[in-house]
């Protein structure tokens, strides 16, 4: 059964793009659309909206429910971290506001075949794009055992890396998700209400399948470019890395100069170009929170642009 997405902090999210009728919108991760949509209710009569995912599935499903928008949604299946480019081969700059909700769809977790979930069994893949050439399973069985670690700790903060990387490696080839959960759970037994044990090295193999890290901090970078003057960025992480470098990309850019603290005069040059709208991110309320448990991790941060689009 396919489950349906439902879309975390979505009032929020719509409140801190400030959405105005007739303004451009870019989603960079449409999902099942339901942001998508919500910003076009706002945006309507003379909304457009640009889409953008790297899954041909979440385009095939966003195109299907939102078809009644017509021509005013442009939708392509292509990499965030090409934002830029895509808004000005789209001739959509500069825009009003720029959304990135960053989990993964409840959609992509229950598909049998793409490997995100370790409650079904599937390929190791946790490609978001089926154009990628690394998968999980490259990573596992062909990584050294220390780089192995190295990227357990670093994606998934997962303090028994080097326990887990010896055991997966001493199990080669490995190619289900269900054959990875079990030697995890083997070698870190779990606790009595905790997170499944295979949890965080289940998020850092996607995390480096996908480059996430790398492809949200170059589209952040240019989301800043292609915003005009007032337009609004608005972030939903869903755990600790993501939120940081959201966090430190709006500190910095909110700033002057960004000179070390011990250099005794700017040398930078860097301007501020963004006003932080939110001083601690917003979190799902307690009823959000019980009637989608997946919301429970969201942090939404937002900003304003106050430069023009370059």
């Known amino acids: 059964m396919t489950r349906t997405h439902t879309p ?23 999902g099942g659309g339901g942001h998508a949509r919500a910003i076009m209710e706002e945006a309507t009569p003379g909304g457009l909206l640009l889409g953008i995912d790297a899954d041909p599935d979440a385009v095939a499903t966003a195109a ?15 990499n965030f971290r090409d934002l830029k480019w895509l808004c000005l081969s ?9 959304l990135f909700d960053l ?8 598909a049998a075949d793409r490997g995100f979930s370790f409650h079904t069994d599937a390929p190791l893949d946790m490609r978001f794009s089926p154009s990628q050439e690394l998968t999980a399973a490259d990573i596992i069985n062909e990584y050294e055992e220390r780089d192995l670690a190295s990227l357990l700790w670093q994606y998934g903060e997962e303090s028994a890396g080097r326990r887990i ?15 990875l959960a079990a030697i995890i759970s083997r070698t870190v037994p779990g606790q009595r209400g905790r997170i499944h044990p295979a949890t965080r090295t289940f998020q850092a193999l996607r995390i480096a399948v996908n480059d996430e890290l790398g492809s949200l901090a170059s589209a952040l970078d240019q989301a800043c470019d292609v915003l005009g003057f007032g337009g609004r960025l608005v ?6 890395l993501e939120d940081r470098i ?19 005069i700017c040398i930078c040059d860097h301007k501020a170009t963004l006003k932080i709208l939110t001083r601690k991110p917003i979190e799902p309320s307690a009823a959000e929170a019980a009637a989608n448990p997946r919301s429970r991790s969201a942090r939404l941060r937002a900003a304003e642009k106050i430069t023009e689009a370059r």
């Open 165 to 179: 990387a010896r055991a997966l490696v001493k199990a080669r080839p490995l190619s289900s998700t269900l054959e």
């Open 64 to 78: 299907h429910s939102l078809a009644g928008f017509g021509a005013d949604i442009k939708l392509v299946e292509a």
């Open 246 to 264: 959201v966090k430190q990309f709006m500190q910095r850019e909110s700033r002057d100069c960004i000179c070390p603290p011990e250099t005794p």
């Open 90 to 98: 789209n001739t959509f700059v500069p825009v009003n506001g720029v």
């Open 235 to 240: 972030t939903i992480a869903f755990h600790s």
């Open 8 to 30: 975390v902090l979505i009032e929020e999210a719509i409140q801190h793009l400030a959405i105005q009728p007739g303004g451009r919108y870019v989603d960079c991760t449409l």
């Open 103 to 110: 989990g993964l769809s409840s959609r992509q977790l229950a």
